[in-house]
Each structure stands twice: as structure tokens, then as C-alpha cells.
């Protein structure tokens, strides 16, 4: 049997399983399909580069835990809204400041460079796992009374919204590939150089202001994007 097969096998037996669930033993799995053992380890380790399958050192492999969805969805205008990514998210913040926000980020949050930011870095968590790192910059005369815990508990933009009158109302955002360094591998339990998205975002208020700038690495064995799209006659 070719290990092409032999990865169809596995993967049917991986969709027949729930998410994190401990596969047979490679003995029980060479067995049951009929090949060689480094036949099979080969299409295991294939498998778990395609992050279907995960291995724990004295424990077994395991199939991939559930990954956390985010629909980016058509609104009015053809513009994309982002409702809440699916699962319980909790934030937990490691470090909590006030800076100037020197020349390059008094350009990207368009004020001057001796202009005083909250900086936030936090984790966020999602179903006891950490999902993602967030490093947020908010001009520090839009919240001037915040304070770390106004990141762990809620949502951020409700709480602009509720204390400081605040209303997102557009952002940008980016996303692209990378990889995760030393620091960030260790806040998020994964290895060194893992694929990750990096996700960049400027949010305005109605009146065209910036309000906060982020900047978050999310996991990407975890974390996928689906986009809704909507086709009119001229679509190509």
C-alpha cells in the first residue's frame, strides 16, 4: 500500500474522531491498515504537518483540537463585519503601560510623537488554551482613567462604548503569514517559528479619528478565517 493511501485511511479514521481524541497505538494502526510501521509513522508525520494529527511525547497521538472559526461577513456598502470569533474568550495581561508614541507609531495612530499612548499587551485565551497575542496602543487622552483590568474583563470596544463614550465605527485591518519568535512560541505553548497570522488593525470613530492601534499573532494550528462572498452580474 503507498503511503498516499495509507494517509487516506488515517484521515478517514481522524474524521470518524473528535477533536483532541487519542488515536490506536502505531502497533494497533499498522495492524488494522496492513502496512509497515515506518510506513505508517512516515503518513503520521505527514499528517501531522498538515496539522490534522498531534503528537505528545509518552502520550500519543492525538488528532488536532477544534479549530476557532472567524467569519468575516458581507454588510451593506460590500464592506466585510467580523462578528464574534466562535468559543469563550478570556484576556489575560502581561504588561500594562504609558509611552510616547514616537515617530513611527504617532503616524500609524496620527498624533504627535511625544503624544502619551496606553500600550497593553495581552494573551487571549479561548476554551483554556491561548490563542492569540494582542499588543494594543490607545491614546491615552481617549481613556485617561484606564487600567489593566479594563483589558482582562468584557470586550475593549464595549468598554469604549459604555465608560468613555467611544464608538468604532471602520478599521483596517491586515493579515498575513509569519512565524512565531522565542517570546511569542513560550505565551503561546508552541514551538519556535510555528505558522501564525499576523493580524495589523487601525480603528476610527464616525468622525474619522484613530482610536486604537493593534497589532495580535494568532496561532495558525488553531485559528482559521472564512470569508462570505456575494457575486453580482459583473463579478468576474
Known sequence: MRRTEVKDRLRQLIERRQPGEVLPSERALSTEIGV???????????????????????????????????D???????EQFAPPAEGHWTSRVI??????AGARLGKRLEVSPGHTLVAVTRVRVVEEAPMAIERILVPQDLVPDITAA?????????????????????AVQIIEPTVTDADESGLLGVPQHSPALLFERTTRDAGG??????RSIYRGDRYRITSHLTFDHTSG
Request: glycine share 10%; hydrophobic share 35%.
Open 72 to 78: 468575516l461577513v458581507p454588510a451593506t456598502g460590500g
Open 209 to 214: 479619528r484613530v482610536i486604537e492601534y493593534t
Open 36 to 70: 509497515s510501521r515506518p510506513t505508517l509513522r512516515a503518513a503520521i508525520d505527514e499528517l501531522q504537518r498538515d496539522g490534522l494529527v498531534v503528537r505528545e511525547h509518552g502520550r500519543g497521538t492525538f488528532t488536532a483540537p477544534r479549530k476557532i472559526s472567524q
Open 150 to 170: 479594563g483589558f482582562e474583563s468584557g470586550s475593549f470596544y464595549e468598554l469604549l462604548r459604555t465608560r468613555y463614550e467611544i464608538v468604532p465605527a471602520t
Open 95 to 100: 504588561d500594562f503601560a504609558t509611552t510616547p
